[in-house]
Each structure stands twice: as C-alpha cells, then as structure tokens.
C-alpha cells in the first residue's frame, strides 16, 4: 500500500484579512465566537486568537459581553480569557452561555 503525499492546503482568496473580516462583523452586530468562526469559514480556535490581537489593538474597542451560567445565573465578568468557561464554580453546571463579542 503506498503512501500519497499530501498536498499542502491552499489558503482561500480573499479580498481582506481575516482580521479585517472579523472587525467589520463585529462592527454589525454583537457574536459568539462560534458564530464568528461559521461566518468566516475558520475554526472556533483561530477565531479566538485573531480576537486576542483585535483585543490588544486599543484602536478597535473590542466589548466583550460576559458569559453567563444559565441554572444559577452567575456571571463570568472577571474573567479574562476569551473562550468560554467549561462550568459554573457556584452551581457546577455546564449549561453557560457563551461570551459575546462586538466593537463600538
């Protein structure tokens, strides 16, 4: 059986950096990262990596709405970190809302 190499992925052409992208969907409207990621066509991961540079660029004034635990209603406001949290730490549940991303 023999091996193929494999052929290198080709970047898709696009007429503005993701970067770009991202900033002028979250000018629009407020969106979760998974949202952003299905709109543009990348992964939740990069999504949340390109936010962390749009985060640092002041210029941007990126507004981060804060997850929320939808049982207890705890609200994730001091956290710093992009993605969302995995659980409560007051009721312990996993059922959260993811946090919310938008530019003024």
Excluded: N
């Excluded at 990348?42 to 941007?60: C, D, G, N, P, S």
């Excluded at 406001?77 to 938008?102: D, N, Q, T, W």
């Amino acid at each position: 059986m023999r091996i193929r190499p494999k052929q290198p992925d080709i970047p898709a052409d696009r007429p503005e950096t993701l970067r770009h992208e991202i900033t002028a969907l979250l000018i629009e409207e407020s969106l979760t990262a998974r949202e952003i990621s299905e709109r543009v066509g990348i992964q939740e991961k990069e999504v949340l990596e390109h936010l962390e540079h749009i985060k640092i660029a002041r210029h941007a004034g990126l507004v981060i709405t804060a997850a929320l635990c939808l049982a207890c209603g705890f609200s994730f406001r001091k956290r710093e970190r992009l993605k969302g949290p995995g659980r409560c730490p007051v009721c312990r549940s996993e059922h959260i809302a993811e946090p919310r991303f938008s530019i003024r």
